[in-house]
């Protein structure tokens, strides 16, 4: 089965500090994997792509198929990177394409 | 607003009865997608249509239908709806059939 995980309900960290919110997943092929942020008040949008292998306001994102993980990395956090971020993988299941949703982390930059 | 549109942004109703949401895509993208947002569930994939086909479909209940017209909006109808069906539904759209997804702003959907 296809699923998303991403084990930190919350997570705090300090302006200036690194970050690096976790997901790991579960997918018997290549996946498609993406992560998306909602601001306060603003809609999902798309943050990345790991095959566009950007780096978009300065956050990162590896995948990793030997330990299933595509955790997203920033060096220094702002406030104004205080979200929820969902991590996300599109694959190909039985009943066709899927899009699965892990259940998100919110981020608290703290000043 | 060039961007996706949802309508109503808020609705409430009664077990049994029976609802539609409405999703505008962004201007020239072909794909929408349905999304349930549960407190208990996150966000699931229910269904997508490309070009005024279904392409693919997720945890989408036997309750539950979708469509997307010739003017490539779409409508998600909820039927004999029960106190679990309380969510919001978001709606996104993409260009392709796999490409980034744009979401809307959703629909707060409360079954009493």
């Known amino acids: 089965a296809q699923r998303v995980t991403q084990p930190e309900k919350l997570l705090s960290v300090f302006k200036g500090a690194p970050v690096e919110l976790k997901c790991n997943y579960s997918y018997s092929g290549s996946p498609e994997l993406f992560w998306y942020v909602q601001y306060s008040r603003q809609r999902l949008q798309l943050l990345l792509r790991h095959i566009s292998r950007e780096s978009i306001k300065g956050f990162t994102a590896d995948l990793n198929k030997g330990e299933t993980s595509f955790h997203l990395k920033k060096p220094f956090a702002q406030e104004e990177d205080s979200a929820m971020y969902y991590c996300?993988?599109?694959?190909?299941?039985?009943?066709?394409?899927?899009?699965?949703f892990g259940p998100g982390t919110r981020l608290s930059v703290l000043p | 607003d060039s961007g996706v549109t949802q309508t109503p942004k808020h609705l409430i109703t009664a077990t049994g009865q029976r609802v539609t949401l409405r999703c505008s895509p962004r201007s020239g993208d072909l794909s929408v997608y349905w999304y349930q947002q549960s407190l208990d569930q996150g966000l699931q994939f229910l269904i997508q249509?490309?070009?005024?086909?279904?392409?693919a479909k997720g945890n989408i209940l036997e309750r539950f239908s979708a469509q997307q017209f010739p003017d490539l909006h779409s409508e998600l109808n909820l039927s004999s709806l029960e106190l679990g069906d309380s969510a919001l539904y978001f709606c996104?759209?993409?260009?392709?059939?796999?490409?980034?997804?744009?979401f809307g702003p959703g629909t707060r959907l409360t079954v009493l």
């Open positions: 996300a993988l599109s694959g190909w299941g039985r009943s066709g394409q899927n899009f699965v």
């Open positions: 996104a759209s993409s260009v392709l059939a796999s490409d980034t997804q744009y």
């Open positions: 249509y490309y070009n005024g086909e279904e392409r």
